[in-house]
């Protein structure tokens, strides 16, 4: 599995922002905590490292299509 997010995070925030929205939005839409999903960009958005959860995998996935838009 490759990385999900190639882009930094200071990059997706700033494309959250396009769209009108902060991340702590973007996770409270999906019913996530906003603190994991800021925690889970911050450790993997930008670098190789692969997740191994499945909430943390599901999160990046759904960021990356939203992104995608």
Request: hydrophobic share 35%; proline share 3%.
């Amino acid at each position: 599995m490759e990385n999900l997010i190639t882009a930094n995070k200071n990059e997706i925030f700033g494309k959250l922002r396009l769209k009108g929205l902060t991340l702590k939005d973007f996770a409270q839409e999906r019913e996530w905590d906003p603190n994991t999903v800021q925690q889970i960009v911050r450790r993997y958005a930008g670098t190789n490292k692969i997740p191994r959860g499945e909430l943390t995998k599901k999160v990046l996935i759904e960021l990356t299509n939203y992104l995608k838009d």
